[in-house]
């Protein structure tokens, strides 16, 4: 599976209206958890979470959302931020520009936020002038792929790669998934305790 764990600079020039990290003036992390609301999932994120006061940003994918209420009133209840992720998860190279928005307008119907992140980061030019200036959403990527999507990572590899190369300001992706599910619960809680130890504090985007 081809990826960057670490996102390199040429790779945001070719979406410069997308935050892919924020202001590194002070020892902070911004986890952000993609795919959810799932049942199994997000209460294990949440409850590591509030174990270490930290605020975190969830992209939801609207029919979660659905399917899940209760668990996406808890995210905000418990003070976190929520995305846009579409309506279901569609990849925007793949997918009709006119279609691709119907999705997200769809999602919006649920997902009160200003917030939206592609799903697997792929997006047209054409959808981004549509989103950001229509729909006035702010495009949100990423600094660190802790790739907990990959079925070659366990736990402690995904750990490592947030570790070793997050830093004040970074924006870090985990899932909160079930598929992602058996590498988050080995990862997050290591990621969690080593920043916090390092003097940082957890915040949600804004």
């Known amino acids: 599976m081809l990826y960057f764990t670490k996102t390199p600079g040429w790779l945001r020039k070719l979406y410069p209206s997308g935050v892919w990290s924020m202001p590194e003036n002070r020892k902070v992390i911004y986890l952000s958890f993609d795919d959810g609301p799932h ?8 409850d590591q979470l509030r174990r270490f006061n930290a605020k975190a940003t969830f992209f939801c994918i609207g029919k979660n959302v659905i399917a899940e209420p209760d668990m996406y009133k808890r995210i905000l209840v418990e003070g976190h931020r929520v995305g846009n992720h579409t309506q279901g ?30 799903p697997y980061g792929r997006i047209s030019a054409f959808q981004i002038r549509n989103l950001t200036l229509i729909l006035k959403y ?10 907990d999507f990959d079925p070659a990572v366990n736990g402690k590899t995904a750990a490592n790669r947030v570790i070793k190369n997050a830093a004040s300001g970074s924006i870090i992706v985990f899932h909160d998934s079930a598929k992602s599910l058996p590498v988050v619960q080995e990862a997050l809680p290591e990621v969690l305790v080593y920043f916090a130890n390092k003097g940082y504090s957890f915040e949600a985007i804004v």
């Open 138 to 147: 702010k495009l949100i990527m990423w600094d660190v792929l802790s790739g």
């Open 39 to 46: 049942a199994a999932a997000t209460v294990f994120v949440l």
């Open 89 to 118: 998860h569609l990849n925007g190279w793949k997918t009709a520009d006119k279609l691709y928005i119907a999705d997200v307008e769809k999602a919006r119907e649920v997902i009160d936020s200003n917030l939206f992140r592609p």
